[in-house]
């Protein structure tokens, strides 16, 4: 039982470098094939993809069943060659510069490269409250972590990470699934 959760599927099986499995409600495949960007695979319909698909659609979309059907319908397990290939590909990389404006060029220090994930992207975390501390080292024992937590990891949030904030970047919608046993 990894983190408190429990009744999660099975882990889905080693696959050859050219099959993916995909769930039975699958929109991802032409006949026998599922094509990924410039990828090709043999589709093979897996009933643990459909058992994954399913459990991480209740958990992210808790409370749409639309977003629900739309994910499982979009659910496929690579192989970990082709997964390592798209994320290194699907990951949007921007070179940048500052210039001087007396001199026309690179300012000393000022290239570096942004990367942004896709914007439908799932990252998976876990949180965790402990005691408190005040500023002087001494603990608060008026705030409790449980309360922390009812208070502040109950309902969606919808959060700016990272820089870019008035260009639209670094919008994610954070979603609060408790774990059996836990009561968050």
């Known amino acids: 039982m990894p ?3 429990s009744d999660v599927p099975a882990a889905p099986a080693s696959l050859d470098e050219d099959k993916a499995h995909h769930t039975t409600t699958s929109a991802l495949f032409d006949g026998s094939s599922i094509y990924l960007e410039d990828l090709g695979f043999v589709a093979e319909k897996c009933d643990t993809a459909t058992a994954w698909a399913k459990f991480i659609a209740e958990n992210v979309f808790a409370s749409d069943s639309t977003w ?3 994910f499982k319908k979009r659910f496929v397990v690579l192989p970990d060659s082709a997964f390592d290939f798209l ?4 990951t949007e ?12 060029t690179v300012a000393k220090g000022a290239l570096w490269t942004e990367e942004s994930l896709p914007a439908e992207t ?9 005691r408190v501390y ?9 705030i409790k972590p449980e309360k922390l937590i009812e208070n502040f990891a109950t309902k969606s949030l919808t959060l700016q990470i990272g820089g870019k904030a008035t260009i639209g970047r670094g919008q994610v919608c ?4 408790p774990v059996n046993g836990g009561s968050q």
């Open 3 to 5: 983190c408190g959760v």
């Open 68 to 70: 629900q059907e739309q």
């Open 87 to 90: 994320c290194e590909t699907g």
């Open 93 to 104: 990389v921007h070179t940048r510069v500052r210039i001087e404006d007396d001199t026309k």
């Open 122 to 130: 799932i990252l998976m975390g876990l949180i965790q409250c402990e």
């Open 134 to 142: 005040q500023k002087n080292g001494t603990r608060e024992d008026s």
């Open 174 to 177: 954070c979603v609060f699934t």
